[in-house]
C-alpha cells in the first residue's frame, strides 16, 4: 500500500530518533495520528492543553539533549503552542512543532478556524516553512529537524490536514548520520593571548553558566589555576555547583551576597558560557574577558575587551596548559568566605515555625532537599518557587533543574515535570515545585498525570497570592493589587483527579507530608501552606528599592492595612522570636 505524507513524516522522526509526540489530536491531526497509531516507534502523548505540550517537549529537549517534538492541530491549536515554544526557543533546547493547518485550497480565504503559522512563529523558531505539496515531504522536514538540532532551538513545519492524507512522492527519509558533535575553539594565537591576560591579571571571578555543562572537570581546573571563585548563573547550577571548591553562589535578583560581592570586587571578570542578563550586576570598572560558543553574544550584557568563540570544553582544554598558578588566594579566600557567611544565613532563614498554621518555604525546600532522591528531577515556577529551589536544592552531578529560567512564563512547571517523567522513564523520580498561581494556570495537567500514569510529585507552595508580583509591588513603593488568589482545596481537587492528595497546613506536618508523598507509587500533591509576607531579599538592595519599600509600609499603614506590615515584620524580622 502506498505510503501517505504522514506516513513519511512519521517515519522520518522514527529514524531521527524520536521517541513521542506531545499534543491534543484534531482534524487536521487525523492523518499523523492515525499514521501514529497504525506503528509502534513514536507515541502520541495525549496532553490537555497544547502549551502544555510544548513545555513538556522543551523538557524532554533539555535533559537527553535530543529533538523533541510536538503538535497542534490547525488555528487555536497550534496557536496554543506560542507560549512554551517560546520558552523552549529562548532555552535553546531542539524543539520540533508540527502545526497542522486548514484545507490547503482554502488559505487565504477566511476559513474557519484559518492563521498564518509561518508569520505567527516566526519570532520563536530558526525556521518555519509550509508544507503544500507532497513533494516537499521530507525534504522541508528534515530541514527543520537539522535546523533545531544544529541551531538549538525551535523549527516549526506547517502542514495542511488534506496534504498530509496525499500519496507520497518520496516514501523514504533522505537523511542517514547522527547529528554531527563539532568542537568548536579559538584559534591557537588566541588561546596564547587569552593565556598571557589571565596569567597577567589579579583578582580573577569567573562568571559560569549553562553553555559550561559538560565542563565540570576543565571548569574547575582553570578555577584552580587561577585561584577565581566561580559565580554562576540560574542555568548554570545543575552544572557547576556540585563538588566545587570555588563555589561562591549566584548573583543576579534571586542569588547571593557573595556572589554579587565576588563579582563587583574582581579586577578580572572572566565570563563563560553564560548570557546573564542583568547589567546591574555586572562590575564598572573590571577588565572583562568572555568566551561564548555564539559570537553574536560576545558584549550583548556589558562592556568586554576581550572576546573568543568557543565552546567551554574545548576551548578550556586548550587554554589549561598554558595557565601558571597564581600564588595569591587572597581574593578566593575572602569569596569564600563571604559565601560561607551568607550561606549561614540562608541556611538560618530555613526554620520551622512553631506555631499556627503555615511554614517558611525557605524550611519547606530543605526538607524536601533532603527527603529528594539523589538523582531527582525538579522543575520549578518562576516566582517565588524558582527562587527556594535556586537558594535550597543542591546540586550533585545527578540532579536536574529546569524551569522558565529566560522566557520567564508561569504555569512551567508541572508540563516540564511530565516531559522529564517520559523522557526519564518511571523509575526516575520527578519533582514539580508549583506555585498555586501557576498550578491553577494549567490545572489541566492534573488530569494529564493521571491520564498518562506518571509518578510525578507535586510539591505546591500555597500562599494564595501571586507572591512574586506582591514583592515587586513591594520594592516600587505600589501597594499590592490584583495579586490575590481565591484557591480551592487543591489537596481535594488531586483527590477528584485520582491523585494523591496530601496537606501541611503546619509546619510539623511538612517533613512527613513530603515523605509520604515521594515514597507513594503513583502520582501526587502535596498543598503546603506557606507564608504569604515572606521576604526574598536581593544580594544588593538599590536606594530606589528601600525608598519604594518604605513607601509602601507608609501607604499601607495610611489606607488602613496596617495588619499587613505586622504581619510582615512577624515572618521576616522578627523571626528569631517567632520560630
Known amino acids: 500500500m502506498a505510503k501517505r505524507v504522514a506516513d513519511v513524516l512519521v517515519d522520518v ?28 516507534r513514536v507515541r502520541w502523548v495525549h496532553m490537555r492543553h497544547e502549551e502544555s505540550a510544548a513545555f513538556a517537549a522543551g523538557a524532554e529537549a533539555h535533559l537527553t539533549g535530543h529533538l523533541a517534538v510536538c503538535a497542534g492541530s490547525c488555528g487555536p491549536g497550534n496557536l496554543h503552542l506560542i507560549n512554551g515554544l517560546y520558552d523552549c526557543h529562548r532555552s535553546r533546547v531542539p524543539v520540533l512543532a508540527i502545526a497542522a493547518q486548514i484545507p490547503s485550497q482554502e488559505i487565504g480565504s477566511g476559513y474557519f478556524q484559518e492563521t498564518n503559522p509561518e508569520h505567527l512563529f516566526a519570532q520563536c523558531s530558526h525556521y518555519c516553512e509550509l508544507v503544500s505539496h507532497s513533494e516537499q515531504m521530507p525534504r522541508v522536514l528534515e530541514i527543520a529537524i537539522q535546523t533545531a538540532t544544529a541551531r538549538r532551538g525551535v523549527a516549526v513545519v506547517t502542514l495542511p490536514g488534506d496534504v498530509a492524507l496525499c500519496q507520497a512522492v518520496e516514501e523514504q527519509p533522505r537523511l542517514h548520520f547522527p547529528p554531527p558533535q563539532p568542537s568548536v575553539s579559538p584559534s591557537a594565537d588566541e588561546i596564547t ?40 548563573a540560574l542555568r548554570g547550577k545543575e552544572f557547576i ?81 598554558l595557565l601558571k598558578q597564581n600564588g595569591d588566594n587572597k581574593h578566593l579566600q575572602s569569596a569564600l568566605d563571604h559565601y560561607r557567611k551568607a550561606r549561614k544565613g540562608l541556611d538560618e532563614l530555613a526554620t520551622e515555625q512553631r506555631e499556627g498554621k503555615g511554614s517558611h518555604p525557605q524550611f519547606v525546600t530543605r526538607h524536601l532537599n533532603e527527603l529528594a532522591a539523589e538523582d531527582a528531577i525538579f522543575t520549578c515556577d518562576v516566582g517565588t518557587p524558582t527562587i527556594w529551589a535556586s537558594r535550597y536544592l543542591t546540586m550533585n552531578g545527578q540532579r536536574r533543574l529546569l524551569g522558565s529560567f529566560v522566557h520567564g512564563s508561569m504555569a512551567s512547571a508541572l508540563p516540564q515535570a511530565i516531559g522529564a517523567q517520559l523522557s526519564h522513564h518511571p523509575h526516575r523520580q ?17 488530569l494529564s498525570l493521571r491520564q498518562l500514569q506518571l509518578p510525578v510529585k507535586v510539591i505546591l507552595y500555597k500562599n494564595d497570592a501571586l507572591a512574586f508580583v506582591e514583592l515587586e509591588m513591594k520594592a516600587a513603593g505600589i501597594l ?75 501607604k499601607a499603614v495610611l489606607s488602613g492595612r496596617g495588619d499587613e506590615i505586622v504581619d510582615l515584620a512577624k515572618v521576616n524580622l522578627l523571626r528569631r522570636w517567632f520560630s
Open 430 to 446: 520527578v519533582i514539580s515545585m508549583s506555585g498555586d498561581g501557576g498550578l491553577a494556570m494549567l490545572l489541566g495537567d492534573l
Open 13 to 40: 522522526l522514527a529514524q531521527a530518533g524520536v521517541e513521542r509526540i506531545y499534543g491534543v489530536s484534531g482534524d487536521s491531526l487525523n492523518g499523523i495520528t492515525d499514521s501514529i497509531r497504525k506503528q509502534k
Open 241 to 321: 555547583e556540585y563538588d566545587n571548591p570555588f563555589d561562591v553562589g549566584m548573583t543576579g535578583l534571586l542569588g547571593f551576597s557573595s556572589g554579587y560581592h565576588a563579582m563587583m570586587n574582581c579586577h578580572t571578570l572572566f565570563m563563560i558560557g553564560t548570557d546573564f542578563p542583568y547589567q546591574q550586576f555586572f562590575p564598572k570598572d573590571a577588565t572583562v574577558i568572555q568566551i561564548d560558543i555564539r559570537g553574536e553574544q560576545l558584549g550583548r550584557r556589558t562592556k568586554v575587551d576581550h572576546g573568543f568563540i568557543g565552546d567551554t570544553k574545548t576551548t578550556l582544554q586548550a587554554l589549561l596548559p
Open 480 to 554: 499590592e493589587f490584583g495579586t490575590d488568589l481565591l484557591n480551592p482545596d487543591f489537596a481535594k481537587l488531586a483527590e477528584a483527579a485520582g491523585i494523591l492528595g496530601l496537606t501541611a497546613e503546619t509546619s510539623d506536618q511538612v517533613r512527613p507530608m513530603i515523605a509520604q508523598a515521594l515514597k507513594h507509587n503513583g502520582p501526587a500533591l502535596v498543598e503546603v501552606l506557606v507564608h504569604r509576607q515572606e521576604l526574598s531579599m536581593p544580594p544588593t538592595i538599590t536606594l530606589e528599592q528601600m525608598t519604594g519599600f518604605s513607601l509602601f509600609a507608609l
Open 193 to 232: 593571548n587569552l593565556a598571557k591576560i589571565l596569567n597577567d591579571s589579579e583578582k580573577i571571578t569567573i562568571l559560569a553558566g549553562a553553555g559550561c555543562a559538560g565542563a565540570h572537570t576543565e571548569l574547575v581546573a582553570v578555577a584552580g589555576k587561577l585561584n577565581a571563585p566561580i559565580v554562576h
